[in-house]
Protein backbone atom coordinates (compact mmCIF):
# COMPACT_ATOMS: atom_id res chain seq x y z
CA UNK A 1 0.00 0.00 0.00
CA UNK A 2 2.55 2.71 0.81
CA UNK A 3 6.72 2.09 -0.51
CA UNK A 4 8.89 4.70 0.75
CA UNK A 5 12.12 4.64 -0.51
CA UNK A 6 15.69 6.14 0.64
CA UNK A 7 13.44 8.73 1.12
CA UNK A 8 14.92 12.51 2.07
CA UNK A 9 13.53 15.91 2.80
CA UNK A 10 14.50 19.48 3.80
CA UNK A 11 12.55 22.28 5.66
CA UNK A 12 14.01 25.34 5.18
CA UNK A 13 17.07 24.12 3.46
CA UNK A 14 17.82 21.98 6.47
CA UNK A 15 17.90 18.27 5.56
CA UNK A 16 15.53 16.19 8.29
CA UNK A 17 14.48 13.01 6.95
CA UNK A 18 18.07 11.26 5.87
CA UNK A 19 17.06 7.96 3.92
CA UNK A 20 14.16 6.45 5.08
CA UNK A 21 12.78 2.99 3.50
CA UNK A 22 9.42 1.82 4.92
CA UNK A 23 6.98 -0.54 3.20
CA UNK A 24 3.60 -0.60 4.92
CA UNK A 25 1.11 -3.79 3.49
CA UNK A 26 -2.33 -3.64 3.54
CA UNK A 27 -3.97 -4.62 7.04
CA UNK A 28 -0.89 -4.03 8.71
CA UNK A 29 -0.66 -1.21 11.29
CA UNK A 30 2.96 0.39 12.12
CA UNK A 31 4.04 1.96 14.66
CA UNK A 32 7.15 4.87 14.40
CA UNK A 33 8.38 5.47 17.78
CA UNK A 34 11.68 8.44 18.54
CA UNK A 35 12.53 11.06 20.36
CA UNK A 36 11.69 14.65 19.87
CA UNK A 37 13.39 16.22 16.69
CA UNK A 38 13.73 12.82 14.76
CA UNK A 39 11.88 13.94 12.23
CA UNK A 40 8.36 11.84 13.12
CA UNK A 41 6.19 14.79 12.09
CA UNK A 42 8.49 16.19 9.08
CA UNK A 43 7.78 12.03 7.91
CA UNK A 44 3.92 12.98 8.07
CA UNK A 45 3.64 16.12 6.20
CA UNK A 46 6.03 15.30 3.90
CA UNK A 47 3.96 12.36 3.02
CA UNK A 48 0.70 14.64 3.79
CA UNK A 49 2.60 16.76 0.59
CA UNK A 50 2.41 19.97 3.20
CA UNK A 51 4.08 23.35 1.42
CA UNK A 52 7.37 23.71 3.00
CA UNK A 53 8.60 20.37 2.86
CA UNK A 54 10.52 19.83 0.01
CA UNK A 55 12.11 16.23 -1.11
CA UNK A 56 15.28 16.20 -2.27
CA UNK A 57 15.41 12.36 -2.99
CA UNK A 58 13.63 9.55 -3.02
CA UNK A 59 10.38 7.74 -3.71
CA UNK A 60 7.35 6.65 -2.27
CA UNK A 61 4.32 4.96 -3.93
CA UNK A 62 0.60 4.46 -2.41
CA UNK A 63 -1.46 2.07 -3.93
CA UNK A 64 0.78 1.93 -7.23
CA UNK A 65 0.83 5.98 -7.88
CA UNK A 66 3.85 8.28 -7.16
CA UNK A 67 2.34 9.82 -4.19
CA UNK A 68 5.23 12.62 -4.75
CA UNK A 69 3.73 14.34 -8.06
CA UNK A 70 0.23 14.31 -6.57
CA UNK A 71 -1.52 17.59 -5.02
CA UNK A 72 -2.49 17.17 -1.20
CA UNK A 73 -6.27 16.70 -2.32
CA UNK A 74 -5.67 13.96 -4.74
CA UNK A 75 -3.48 12.18 -1.73
CA UNK A 76 -6.49 12.26 0.37
CA UNK A 77 -8.66 10.99 -2.76
CA UNK A 78 -7.18 8.63 -2.98
CA UNK A 79 -7.54 8.06 0.75
CA UNK A 80 -4.59 9.09 2.55
CA UNK A 81 -5.74 10.62 5.82
CA UNK A 82 -3.57 12.65 8.27
CA UNK A 83 -4.32 12.97 12.04
CA UNK A 84 -2.38 15.69 13.58
CA UNK A 85 -0.97 16.31 16.94
CA UNK A 86 -2.83 19.45 17.55
CA UNK A 87 -5.92 19.55 15.39
CA UNK A 88 -6.81 23.16 14.23
CA UNK A 89 -9.87 25.27 15.03
CA UNK A 90 -11.77 26.68 11.82
CA UNK A 91 -14.07 29.39 13.59
CA UNK A 92 -17.54 30.06 11.53
CA UNK A 93 -17.54 26.67 9.93
CA UNK A 94 -19.51 23.61 11.50
CA UNK A 95 -17.90 20.40 11.42
CA UNK A 96 -20.82 18.93 9.47
CA UNK A 97 -20.75 21.60 6.65
CA UNK A 98 -16.94 20.71 6.85
CA UNK A 99 -16.84 16.95 6.90
CA UNK A 100 -19.33 16.97 4.12
CA UNK A 101 -17.38 19.37 1.83
CA UNK A 102 -14.44 17.48 2.61
CA UNK A 103 -16.10 13.84 2.11
CA UNK A 104 -17.95 15.02 -0.97
CA UNK A 105 -14.86 16.97 -2.84
CA UNK A 106 -13.11 13.13 -2.19
CA UNK A 107 -16.27 11.79 -3.86
CA UNK A 108 -16.26 14.37 -7.08
CA UNK A 109 -12.01 13.57 -7.00
CA UNK A 110 -13.24 9.86 -7.51
CA UNK A 111 -15.91 10.27 -10.32
CA UNK A 112 -18.68 9.04 -7.12
CA UNK A 113 -21.66 11.23 -6.70
CA UNK A 114 -21.62 13.49 -3.92
CA UNK A 115 -23.77 12.98 -0.66
CA UNK A 116 -26.97 15.05 -0.12
CA UNK A 117 -27.20 16.64 3.17
CA UNK A 118 -30.00 13.62 4.60
CA UNK A 119 -27.16 10.94 3.31
CA UNK A 120 -24.41 12.83 5.28
CA UNK A 121 -25.74 13.24 7.98
CA UNK A 122 -26.22 9.70 8.45
CA UNK A 123 -23.19 8.68 7.62
CA UNK A 124 -22.19 11.59 10.27
CA UNK A 125 -24.63 10.07 12.94
CA UNK A 126 -23.15 6.77 12.83
CA UNK A 127 -19.53 7.42 12.98
CA UNK A 128 -20.54 10.56 16.36
CA UNK A 129 -22.77 7.75 17.72
CA UNK A 130 -19.66 5.31 17.87
CA UNK A 131 -17.51 7.51 19.48
CA UNK A 132 -20.24 8.68 22.10
CA UNK A 133 -20.17 12.36 20.45
CA UNK A 134 -23.24 14.42 20.86
CA UNK A 135 -24.64 15.28 17.46
CA UNK A 136 -24.66 18.96 18.68
CA UNK A 137 -21.41 18.85 18.81
CA UNK A 138 -20.90 17.96 15.34
CA UNK A 139 -23.04 21.28 14.13
CA UNK A 140 -20.45 23.24 16.36
CA UNK A 141 -17.67 25.18 14.45
CA UNK A 142 -14.85 23.07 13.97
CA UNK A 143 -12.63 21.80 17.27
CA UNK A 144 -13.45 25.90 19.01
CA UNK A 145 -13.90 25.23 22.53
CA UNK A 146 -13.29 21.56 22.31
CA UNK A 147 -10.86 20.43 25.28
CA UNK A 148 -8.14 18.03 23.59
CA UNK A 149 -10.08 15.01 24.31
CA UNK A 150 -13.22 15.80 22.37
CA UNK A 151 -10.64 16.87 19.48
CA UNK A 152 -9.37 13.59 19.50
CA UNK A 153 -12.65 11.87 19.39
CA UNK A 154 -13.85 14.62 17.07
CA UNK A 155 -10.63 13.77 14.64
CA UNK A 156 -11.92 9.79 14.99
CA UNK A 157 -15.21 11.18 14.01
CA UNK A 158 -13.47 13.08 10.79
CA UNK A 159 -11.51 9.51 10.13
CA UNK A 160 -14.86 7.49 10.54
CA UNK A 161 -16.69 9.53 7.84
CA UNK A 162 -13.83 10.08 4.98
CA UNK A 163 -12.95 6.41 5.95
CA UNK A 164 -9.59 6.16 4.41
CA UNK A 165 -7.57 3.27 3.33
CA UNK A 166 -4.23 4.82 4.99
CA UNK A 167 -3.98 6.69 8.20
CA UNK A 168 -1.65 8.78 9.26
CA UNK A 169 -1.72 9.42 12.77
CA UNK A 170 0.82 12.17 14.76
CA UNK A 171 0.69 11.71 18.40
CA UNK A 172 -2.79 11.41 18.19
CA UNK A 173 -2.26 10.23 21.76
CA UNK A 174 -0.35 13.63 23.21
CA UNK A 175 -2.45 14.90 26.29
CA UNK A 176 -5.34 12.47 26.15
CA UNK A 177 -6.33 11.29 29.70
CA UNK A 178 -6.52 7.18 30.03
CA UNK A 179 -10.23 7.12 29.59
CA UNK A 180 -10.28 8.95 26.39
CA UNK A 181 -7.16 7.09 25.22
CA UNK A 182 -8.79 4.25 25.50
CA UNK A 183 -11.85 5.74 23.49
CA UNK A 184 -9.65 7.13 20.49
CA UNK A 185 -7.32 3.67 20.40
CA UNK A 186 -11.41 1.87 20.18
CA UNK A 187 -11.71 4.20 17.21
CA UNK A 188 -8.97 3.11 15.64
CA UNK A 189 -9.14 -0.46 15.82
CA UNK A 190 -12.92 0.03 15.08
CA UNK A 191 -12.44 2.11 11.24
CA UNK A 192 -8.73 1.10 10.50
CA UNK A 193 -7.89 -2.78 11.55
CA UNK A 194 -9.51 -4.51 8.62
CA UNK A 195 -7.45 -6.32 6.03
CA UNK A 196 -7.74 -3.52 3.19
CA UNK A 197 -6.55 -0.75 5.25
CA UNK A 198 -3.37 0.26 7.55
CA UNK A 199 -1.94 2.84 9.75
CA UNK A 200 1.13 4.46 10.19
CA UNK A 201 0.65 5.32 14.12
CA UNK A 202 3.59 8.21 15.51
CA UNK A 203 3.91 7.95 18.83
CA UNK A 204 6.71 8.90 21.36
CA UNK A 205 4.73 7.08 23.94
CA UNK A 206 4.20 3.44 24.33
CA UNK A 207 0.84 3.37 26.25
CA UNK A 208 -1.05 4.11 23.00
CA UNK A 209 -0.17 0.65 21.97
CA UNK A 210 -1.48 -1.15 24.76
CA UNK A 211 -5.30 -0.21 22.94
CA UNK A 212 -3.86 -0.44 19.37
CA UNK A 213 -1.53 -3.32 18.85
CA UNK A 214 0.98 -2.77 16.05
CA UNK A 215 2.29 -5.34 13.67
CA UNK A 216 5.94 -3.73 13.42
CA UNK A 217 7.47 -1.24 15.42
CA UNK A 218 10.13 1.31 13.85
CA UNK A 219 12.54 3.41 15.86
CA UNK A 220 12.92 7.07 13.90
CA UNK A 221 16.03 9.04 14.72
CA UNK A 222 17.99 11.57 12.79
CA UNK A 223 16.12 11.34 10.07
CA UNK A 224 16.19 7.27 9.36
CA UNK A 225 15.02 4.13 11.06
CA UNK A 226 17.39 2.36 12.99
CA UNK A 227 15.69 -0.28 14.10
CA UNK A 228 12.38 -2.10 13.32
CA UNK A 229 10.80 -5.48 15.42
CA UNK A 230 7.33 -6.15 16.75
CA UNK A 231 5.72 -4.88 19.46
CA UNK A 232 7.87 -6.21 22.38
CA UNK A 233 10.07 -3.38 20.70
CA UNK A 234 7.92 -0.56 22.32
CA UNK A 235 7.86 -1.72 25.46
CA UNK A 236 11.99 -2.64 25.45
CA UNK A 237 11.89 1.18 24.62
CA UNK A 238 9.85 2.23 27.36
CA UNK A 239 12.28 0.74 29.46
CA UNK A 240 15.34 1.23 28.24
CA UNK A 241 14.38 4.76 26.83
CA UNK A 242 15.68 5.60 23.24
CA UNK A 243 19.31 6.44 23.58
CA UNK A 244 20.62 3.19 24.61
CA UNK A 245 18.59 1.67 21.17
CA UNK A 246 19.43 4.17 18.59
CA UNK A 247 22.95 4.50 19.35
P1 LIG B 1 9.49 15.06 15.77
O1 LIG B 1 8.09 15.11 15.26
O2 LIG B 1 10.12 13.71 15.68
O3 LIG B 1 9.62 15.61 17.16
P2 LIG B 1 9.98 17.07 13.74
O4 LIG B 1 9.73 16.40 12.44
O5 LIG B 1 8.94 17.97 14.29
O6 LIG B 1 10.40 15.97 14.83
O7 LIG B 1 11.31 17.92 13.64
C1 LIG B 1 12.51 17.34 13.10
C2 LIG B 1 13.58 18.41 13.00
O8 LIG B 1 13.17 19.38 12.06
C3 LIG B 1 13.84 19.16 14.29
O9 LIG B 1 15.23 19.37 14.39
C4 LIG B 1 13.12 20.46 14.09
O10 LIG B 1 13.73 21.49 14.82
C5 LIG B 1 13.24 20.66 12.61
N1 LIG B 1 12.11 21.43 12.06
C6 LIG B 1 10.82 21.07 12.07
N2 LIG B 1 10.04 22.00 11.49
C7 LIG B 1 10.88 22.99 11.11
C8 LIG B 1 10.71 24.24 10.45
N3 LIG B 1 9.51 24.66 10.07
N4 LIG B 1 11.82 24.98 10.19
C9 LIG B 1 13.05 24.53 10.57
N5 LIG B 1 13.27 23.38 11.19
C10 LIG B 1 12.22 22.61 11.46
MG1 LIG C 1 8.00 16.72 18.43
MG1 LIG D 1 6.28 15.62 16.07
Same mark, same amino acid.
Given at each position: MLKIENLHAEVDGK?????LTLAINPGEIHAIMGPNGAGKSTLAYTLGGRPGYDVTGGSVDFAGQ?????EPHERAAAGLFLGFQYPVEIPGVSNVQFLREALNSQRRNRGEAPLSGGEFLKVARAQADAMGMDMDMLKR???? =???GGEKKRNEMVQMGIIDPRLAIL????? =??DIDALRVVGEGINRIMRTPDKAVLLITH???LLDYVQPDFVHVLSAGRIVRSGGKELALELEREGYGALAA
Open positions: PILKGDLLEMPVNV =GFSDETDS =GLYQR
